[in-house]
DNA sequence: TAGATTGTTAATCGATTAACAATC
DNA sequence: TAGATTGTTAATCGATTAACAATC
């Protein structure tokens, strides 16, 4: 008779447990602790992480939990080890491949912005269904024809999808993406995308921001 | 004897008691209802709102009932008429005025970009310190010199700000908008910013989406 | 050692979902 | 009327915060 429930065996299993609203703060954590490393501090307390990033220390501190115990009592955490610990986690260690699907003005804005690569991120490829940008390059990065997605996105192993195409496109182009293997997206395009389970999708919807704050005007 | 707690008597007290998770999926209703508009349907049930953003129909009645009786049973919601509501709840049918401070790489390519107008917000002014840019214009948005921010604010009546300057800035220039009597900001910086309680910020952060997308890759 | 801070448990808070009587 | 769908209550689920013994 098999046991009630399994360990813990694989990533897929653990990721369920993981609140996502930890995943997210855990990047926050690399990024103060990047600004700390610079400053050449060693030591950190979990008051003082919290207060950088207007959170609760004891969230900080069950957040890290949930991965180990990477704290010393009486003393804090260590800067640069917990970093590292938290990038390894996170596997923004091993540099995640990205493509464009969409080279339109946000697609542009996006390439020449540079954000992704200073973070370690690499913008592999891109791709676009307008004749007069395919084969040429922006900020370095070559235009293919969406034709070739499939194609070029095994060949050059992309981790990550950034959808920026227009609206009406958005659904088929991801379907695309799902076949060729795309297991991540991070969606520009305001409207919702249906995936399979497997598949990971962000969303950052400029307009949604906007009106929601707009509720917020006294 | 005061009675123990006063009735919902304005839109501060109102707002405290109204999720936020339920102000950024009510502008998600209000696009469907847009689409579902442009293609002439005259009712929509909460089933199908639901199942077009991935969501569950009782949340969709529940966060409808925040503000009142919409819809009617056995029939669902008269399209039109729940999209105009919604728009007077969020505010957003009276012409939201923005203002964009750091036309950057990023800066400009939201100036560009063109999704803020289209949604029925105004980009009304821009702002830099580079003296080359200050005194020209971007996609029709004149740039004025940050100097001027708090002048122009005011003069402007500028609603919201939209914040793109260079991470060792952010929380000078967003000191700046407050003092200029700015209640809510749009912030594209990877920084977090203290703001007094009134004010509402809205984070947009690439990298950490990009960061914590990578977390999920098998 | 005395002081500080962790990891963790229990308490609180908030948000989502299921179920169904009321209503058209 | 019969069928459909709302508004709302109760149950569930998940996330945050407070508190403190254990530890350096």
Do not use: W
């Not at 992480?49 to 949930?66: E, F, I, M, T, W």
């Not at 969409?102 to 307008?130: E, H, K, P």
């Not at 227009?166 to 076949?179: E, M, N």
């Amino acid at each position: 008779m098999p046991e009630k429930r399994r360990a813990l065996s694989n990533a897929a299993e653990l990721e369920r447990r993981i609140p996502k609203a930890v995943i997210k703060r855990l990047s926050l954590y690399s990024r103060v602790l990047q600004n700390l490393e610079i400053a050449q501090r060693e030591k950190v307390s979990s008051r003082e992480l919290a207060a950088q990033l207007g959170l609760n220390s004891a969230q900080v501190r069950k957040d890290l939990a949930h991965f180990g115990q990477f704290g010393v009592p009486g003393l804090g955490y260590y800067v640069a080890d917990l970093r590292r610990n938290i990038k390894g986690i996170l596997g923004t260690d091993r540099g995640v491949r990205l493509a464009l699907v969409g080279v339109g003005n946000l697609g542009s804005a996006l390439l020449s912005y540079g954000g992704f690569q200073r973070q370690g991120f690499q913008m592999i490829a891109a791709f676009d269904s307008d004749r007069r940008k395919v084969g040429s390059s922006r900020a370095g990065v070559a235009i293919h024809d969406v034709g070739d997605l499939s194609r070029v996105i095994r060949v050059e192993r992309v981790d990550i999808a950034v959808l920026a195409v227009p609206v009406d496109h958005a659904q088929g182009v991801c379907d695309s993406l799902v076949d060729a293997g795309i297991t991540a997206i991070l969606n520009f395009v305001p409207a919702y995308l249906a995936v399979p389970d497997h598949v990971k999708v962000h969303y950052v919807d400029l307009s949604i921001e906007i009106e929601s704050l707009s509720y917020y005007l006294r």
